[in-house]
């Protein structure tokens, strides 16, 4: 039972553009939700965060959006940048999402 | 402040053999998380611990797992009677604050992981 999904395994974006990443939730009992980067070879960092009494939570470059109703969450990520490439996971309590790989041409 | 530390950073072991994953957690930071992340997958939790507490092992295979958190030292990872299944990328993280299942409520800090591969 996957409590948290991300249906995207993968986005590739122009270096500039927008880029618009998406997770989903089952579970209506989650209050907080955040958004992690991976690079290669190293752990998870965290980048971003939301909680459940808030629909947008804006940080430089990356907002993130929280849609109760739908139980869904995206992270958009403007301008992308290539060294934004990264796996990013979403997550809710002690459960991640698959993750998606992000790919920013130059 | 050092971040969590995670030992060592590759470990291969034959069939059969004992693994054996150290975690130290930030300090200040008294509960710790692990997980399993397999070759072209995401990251799957295993075990929440708090000192001396394991507060959810839902994600920890039924054999073979076991996690500790001592008093003192750091967080253990063992696995007994490695299969070539286990082979996967083990990261270890840790937080200051309460985390449990819906409630979690801060970010946690990862490691660098532990890499085991078993030949």
């Known amino acids: 039972d996957q409590q948290v999904k991300q249906n995207s395994p993968s986005l590739s974006v122009q270096e500039g553009r927008i880029s618009i990443l998406n997770c989903d939730y089952t579970?209506?009992?989650?209050?907080?939700f955040l958004w992690y980067k991976k690079y290669p070879a190293e752990g998870p960092t965290f980048l971003i965060s939301?909680?459940?009494?808030?629909d947008k939570n804006e940080d430089g470059r990356f907002t993130v959006f929280l849609n109760k109703s739908a139980k869904h969450l995206s992270l958009h990520i403007v301008p992308s940048q290539p060294g934004d490439s990264a796996v990013y996971f979403c997550?809710?309590?002690?459960?991640f999402g698959e993750g998606t790989q992000l790919t920013v041409n130059p | 402040n050092a971040g969590v530390m995670q030992n060592p950073r590759h470990l291969v072991r034959r069939r059969g053999q004992e693994a054996r994953l150290r975690c130290s957690p930030m300090?200040?930071?008294?509960?710790v998380y692990w997980y399993r992340q397999l070759p072209e997958e995401g990251l799957k939790f295993m075990v929440y611990?708090?000192?001396?507490?394991?507060?959810?092992e839902s994600g920890m295979p039924k054999e073979r797992f076991s996690a500790e958190f001592p008093k003192e030292g750091p967080s253990i990872l063992r696995i007994q009677q490695v299969v070539r299944g286990d082979s996967a990328a083990y990261f270890c993280?840790?937080?200051?604050?309460?985390?449990?299942?819906?409630?979690?409520?801060?970010?946690?800090?990862f490691g660098q992981g532990t890499r085991l591969t078993v030949v």
């Open positions: 993280a840790s937080s200051p604050l309460l985390g449990q299942g819906a409630g979690m409520n801060t970010e946690a800090f």
């Open positions: 579970n209506s009992m989650f209050d907080y």
């Open positions: 939301i909680s459940s009494i808030k």
């Open positions: 997550a809710a309590g002690l459960t």
């Open positions: 300090k200040g930071h008294s509960h």
């Open positions: 611990l708090q000192k001396e507490n394991i507060i959810d």
